[in-house]
């Protein structure tokens, strides 16, 4: 390389990196955001029952995900 120049952009790994960010983000809203309101307008007893549907709504989103992620790694074979 020249003096000054910049290696290139690797987009597939900066939009995977986004991706699983994205995921993670949602599954903490999910569960720490929704958990939170059903808290303060609910109780924090009826919380203990909304927790595991939240979780496995989060669940269920990052099996979404990572299925599709296999999914893309196969396909690249």
Not at 26 to 50: S, W, Y
């Amino acid at each position: 390389m020249k003096p000054g120049e910049r290696p290139p952009t690797d987009y597939r790994a900066a939009r995977r990196r986004d991706e699983l960010w994205l995921v993670v983000a949602a599954v903490v809203v999910l569960v720490v955001v929704g958990g939170g309101l059903i808290g303060l307008l609910l109780g924090f007893d009826k919380l203990l029952t909304g927790l595991p549907c939240l979780v496995a709504g989060a669940g269920g989103i990052a099996a979404i995900y990572f299925f599709f992620l296999a999914l893309e790694r196969w396909s690249e074979r």
